[in-house]
């Protein structure tokens, strides 16, 4: 029965006091939550600390928000300002660990490296691996965060507008101008 109710029937069962039906939002989104806080902290047990941090202040912030866009948009922003906020206070960096090969494949999902697995093939592909992961880490923030958050999360542009708080022209030339340093670095490679 549960699953017939819309996000915003449930934020109105909230809105009018059922504090047990907020219980349902973060049961449908406590795990997208998790991995995109993991993208950002390190630390597992800190992205689970994060994610609770994030979904507290969603249901402080619940009777501020107007649907103006879908509720897992704006939780999504909160999440990512959650987590921007801990690694400023924790002062930590964006590491290789943070990443994992299948997102690292999503990245550079056109490429048939992983098609053939020779020997010669599997150095090719851990070489633009290393090089796609080390280019992301040197990215500005905000080209960091459009990029991850349209192909790592799937995200549209104009959500990843609202999370970033931004216009949809500014997240597309953020994104443009990550790829295009990406494609920069691993160009030399596949040349070879």
């Not at 494609?183 to 040349?191: A, F, G, R, Y």
Request: net charge negative.
């Amino acid at each position: 029965m549960a699953e017939n109710i819309t996000d915003n029937e449930i934020i109105d069962r909230v809105k009018n006091g059922d504090k047990n039906a907020y219980d349902l939002l973060v049961l449908k989104y406590q795990q997208r939550v998790v991995n995109l806080i993991s993208r950002f902290v390190k630390n597992h047990s800190d992205a689970l600390d994060v994610s609770q941090e994030t979904f507290i202040k969603a249901y402080r912030a619940l009777p501020n928000f107007r649907g103006d866009s879908a509720f897992y948009t704006w939780l999504y922003r909160i999440a990512v300002n959650t987590a921007k906020n801990h690694l400023t206070v924790q002062s930590r960096r964006f590491t290789k660990s943070d990443y994992d090969v299948s997102e690292i494949e999503q990245i550079d999902g056109n490429m048939s490296l992983t098609e053939q697995t020779t020997p010669e093939n599997l150095l090719i592909r851990d070489e633009l691996q290393e090089t796609v992961l080390k280019c992301i880490e040197n990215l500005p923030e905000d080209l960091k965060s459009a990029i991850m958050l349209r192909e790592i999360d799937g995200l549209s542009y104009e959500e990843i507008a609202v999370v970033m708080n931004c216009p949809v022209g500014t997240v597309r030339s953020r994104i443009f101008r990550a790829r295009e340093t990406i494609d920069s670095k691993i160009k030399p490679l596949l040349e070879n």
